[in-house]
């Protein structure tokens, strides 16, 4: 079956439509570089063709490159992979110059076919890559459409030819914000951007193509980096405004990655390369670098983790079977943040929701809370009037727990007390119907210990969602130890509708997510009792790519916490509580009674003005923790710090708390942040390789203490050079 199909009209305009069978959505395989390279052929060879239009057979042009097929790419090549990804790649510069060079001759520029891009709807990646080889974009007007480059998001650049293009059209830094942030624009945006050159009603849109095809001039066919006498807009990095422009870039890539990702820097060495040369040694250059980044283990990893595996586990890869589940009634108990937070992420996606506080009052400034999410919404043209009114009204904030009756999925997520969430528990069940699902909001507390409170401990789950809920992309999902497979579907049902994504793991102390940031936290703490600067410690965290470094986040998530995790974790623990916390718990105790309670105080690990904005760490730090005079190597820093994560990630595995790598690294990434570079725990444990891993904790073990003994799995895996991917990966399962 053909992903695109050709026919020519009686006025002698080719039209090309994309329509890759059985995909809702366009995506670009090598046959179909080939195939439409093909086509491209057919009607510049054909003299009744006098231009092309090449659009799609969906609501949507292209949702960019199917990365399996890089993979494809690279194992492919054998022996020479860095040479066989070189080549794929020039094989798609190669289809978007002959669509650019439009079959004209070579020196007189004269002869071209004009060629638009007619896109319906949203044009990604190589979707975009694509429409900018053609002479002329013209978009749709749908308002879902996004058209961008955001593949710097998942670990690479816009290799096929879209950088080196976009900085030609825009100048450095006009390009920067898409190349670098890969930002997305709307119809209006991208055309105000210059990503699109008109936007016009759907209905009109290949109308309008062909119109412009059959009235194009010699003229429209040529690119202006094709034109005698071009110049770069802002000038060429030796132009003294180009050098300007590129000077404060590396300052700016480098001042946002802290040079942990290596497609960013990648991506501005093929633009600055490319500035100084012509335009098809520029592709080359662009080339070469997007190979560099291909072959760096580091692109490999974010785009299994944040593509591959974070899609599969949003389309259900661990839904356990069952009917669809799908929530038409929610019920949220407890109107504060996280209360709040949900009930507007739920009635934003359609759903029905009540949402229960003890005061009205209380209740209302819950329902308020989601009305200033929409209201910033409004203020930056994301929403609309009725929009906000439509959201609002799915909420029905109340007192009265018989409101609650039908709904199909509770979320309780009051007080983090046990007797006050099984006092609640045990109200509402005797409201909701049998089929309904209860799910608890905890952090911390054993979902089995709360289930006792619930008739139908089989219907009883946790759904911990992450704060400020509007913008964590994750929610953790956690069984019970009588949790059934129902209610399993019904909270990924849940969660795939407010279009946010999932991990299931088994009930333990602190989940996954918790388990494993606590000890990073607890290490920088450490590191400061130690006489470590705290500068350091920050700075090597960023440094590994870690987005805040471990005191930072502390007085993010306050000090008051860490306390009170502190003491009820040495509660619950008894005798087996580590001894070696003693010097953390002394640090937090101590700044908690002096009132340092985090940003929230405006006073914790670091100072702030009256604001709340960071003016740099808290010098009273070193009154009780002097700065030792010798400190250790930046190496060492980020060796604890990122080893007390991710022995715990193996740890979860071994304990069977996580029983899906994919889920170990998607969770990670998406829920504290960890190193997105590595592509998860897992993912950096493989580039170290097992063995490494091991030597890592040894002498980590010899120095620190036995917190860092490699877990017996890591050990064993390292014995028969064994991979997490190679044995726990799916393919590894299906075999």
């Not at 289809?95 to 060629?115: Q, S």
């Not at 070696?580 to 908690?592: E, Q, R």
């Not at 940003?599 to 009780?624: C, M, Q, S, V």
Request: proline fraction near 5%; include cysteine; hydrophobic fraction near 45%.
């Amino acid at each position: 079956m053909s992903d695109f199909n050709y026919e020519v009209d009686e006025s002698g305009v080719a039209v090309i439509t994309w329509d890759v069978p059985n995909k809702s959505m366009n995506v670009l395989s090598l046959e179909g570089v080939d195939e439409l390279s093909g086509l491209i052929d057919k009607a510049h060879g054909d003299a009744a063709v006098k231009g092309i239009v090449i659009t799609s057979g969906k609501k949507d042009f292209a949702g960019g490159m199917d990365l399996n097929v890089i993979a494809k790419m690279k194992d492919s090549a054998g022996d020479t992979p860095a040479q066989g990804l070189f080549d794929g790649i020039m094989g798609f510069h190669r289809l978007e110059r002959k669509i650019e060079l439009a079959g004209m001759d070579p020196k007189t520029r004269k002869g071209g076919k004009p060629t638009v891009a007619a896109l319906p709807g949203t044009a990604l990646g190589i979707g975009l890559e694509i429409p900018l080889s053609c002479h002329r974009r013209i978009l749709a007007d749908n308002p879902k459409a996004k058209i961008g480059l955001p593949e710097i998001k998942v670990g690479i650049f816009p290799g096929a030819g879209g950088t080196t293009r976009l900085v030609r059209m825009m100048g450095a830094m006009g390009a920067s914000p898409f190349l670098l942030q890969g930002k997305l624009s709307d119809p209006k945006a991208a055309k105000s951007a210059g990503l699109v050159d008109e936007v016009v009603p759907a209905d009109e849109l290949l109308s309008r193509a062909k119109e412009w095809v059959l009235n194009a001039t010699e003229a429209d066919c040529v690119k202006p980096w094709d034109q005698k006498g071009y110049k770069l807009p802002g000038g060429a990095p030796f132009h003294p405004a180009g050098f300007q422009t590129f000077v404060g870039a590396s300052a700016m890539v480098n001042g946002q990655t802290w040079g942990a990702f290596p497609a960013a820097k990648a991506m501005l060495s093929a633009i600055y390369e490319g500035a100084m040369v012509d335009f098809d040694t520029a592709l080359r250059i662009e080339a070469r670098w997007f190979t560099n980044v291909l072959m760096n283990p580091s692109s490999s990893a974010m785009i299994r983790s944040l593509f591959i595996n974070k899609e599969a586990l949003e389309k259900g890869a661990n839904r356990p079977e069952a009917p669809d589940q799908k929530v038409a009634k929610l019920g949220v108990l407890g109107a504060g943040m996280m209360g709040a937070g949900i009930a507007y992420v739920a009635a934003n996606a359609g759903i029905e929701v009540v949402l229960i506080d003890q005061e009205q009052a209380s209740a209302d400034r819950g329902k308020a809370h989601a009305e200033g999410i929409l209201d910033k919404g409004i203020s930056r043209k994301k929403v609309t009037p009725e929009g906000k009114a439509e959201v609002l009204g799915r909420i029905n904030a109340t007192t009265e727990l018989e409101a609650l009756a039908g709904c199909d999925l509770i979320v309780e997520a009051v007080f983090e007390d046990p007797g006050v969430k099984a006092e609640i528990t045990q109200k509402v069940q005797k409201i909701i119907g049998p089929e309904c699902i209860f799910a608890t909001n905890t952090s911390t507390l054993p979902i089995t210990q709360l289930a006792g409170a619930f008739e139908r401990p089989e219907d009883f789950i946790g759904i911990h969602f992450f704060s400020p809920v509007d913008k964590m992309l994750l929610v953790e999902i956690i069984k019970g130890e009588k949790t059934g497979d129902r209610a399993v579907a019904k909270a990924l049902d849940f969660v795939r509708q407010i279009r946010k994504t999932p991990i299931v793991v088994n009930d333990a102390r602190f989940f996954y997510a918790n388990r494993c940031i606590i000890p990073y936290l607890n290490e920088g703490a450490r590191m400061v009792t130690e006489g470590v600067a705290p500068a350091l410690v920050e700075h090597a965290a960023q440094l590994v790519g870690m987005p805040l470094g471990p005191l930072q986040l502390i007085d993010e998530t306050s000090i008051d916490l860490a306390v009170k995790i502190s003491k009820a974790t040495k509660a619950g623990m008894g005798d087996g509580y580590p001894a070696d916390m003693a010097p953390v718990d002394d640090l937090m105790f101590w700044l908690a009674d002096e009132g340092r309670l985090g940003r929230k105080a405006k006073a914790g690990f670091y100072a702030y003005d009256e604001k709340g904005k960071r003016t740099g760490l808290w010098d009273g730090l070193a009154a009780r923790h002097p700065v030792a005079g010798d400190q250790p190597e930046v190496t060492e820093v980020q060796h604890r710090l990122l080893m007390a994560q991710v022995l715990e990630a193996v740890r979860a595995l071994e304990e069977g708390v996580l029983t899906d790598i994919r889920e170990g690294d998607v969770g990670a990434i998406l829920g504290w942040g960890f190193a997105p570079w590595s592509g998860g725990p897992f993912s950096w444990l493989d580039i170290l390789g097992a063995e490494k891993a091991v030597a890592i904790c040894d002498q980590l073990t010899a120095e620190h203490g036995p917190r860092f003994e490699a877990p017996a799995l890591l050990r064993e895996m390292a014995q028969k050079s064994q991979s997490f991917y190679g044995r726990f990966g799916p393919e590894a399962k299906a075999a």
